[in-house]
């Protein structure tokens, strides 16, 4: 499975953005589909995930800014990121996941300017 990812580019604080990732095949809905993200010189942090009949999952760090959402048939899932701000500036991958089986998609860059 190839993971398609769209949507970054360079927005100023307070702005928005909407990343879009779709599958190259369906992904049953046991997967968790989601976003990661990379800032420089920091780790790998969970940004949101959804799998169905759970709430989605957001970090704290975006709770209440951030929305993620899945179309199960189509296999895609978005991430609607309102008030942005600098510290949100990293590069976003989408994921599905399910027990060992992991796919990444290649990245997008989100730069916010103060």
């Known amino acids: 499975v190839q993971l398609q990812a769209s949507g970054g580019g360079l927005v100023q604080a307070g702005g928005s953005l909407r990343l879009s990732c779709a599958a190259s095949?369906?992904?049953?809905?046991?997967?968790?589909m989601g976003w990661y993200r990379q800032a420089p010189g920091k780790e790998r942090e969970l940004v949101a995930s959804?799998?169905?009949?759970?709430?989605?999952n957001y970090a704290d760090s975006v709770k209440g800014r951030f929305t993620i959402s899945r179309d199960y048939a189509k296999s895609t899932v978005t991430l609607q990121m309102n008030s942005l701000k600098p510290e949100d500036t990293a590069v976003y991958f989408c994921?599905?996941?399910?027990?060992?089986?992991?796919?990444w998609g290649q990245g997008t860059l989100v730069t916010v300017s103060s």
């Open positions: 095949r369906s992904i049953s809905r046991t997967y968790t």
């Open positions: 959804v799998i169905s009949g759970r709430p989605p």
């Open positions: 994921n599905a996941h399910y027990r060992v089986i992991v796919y």
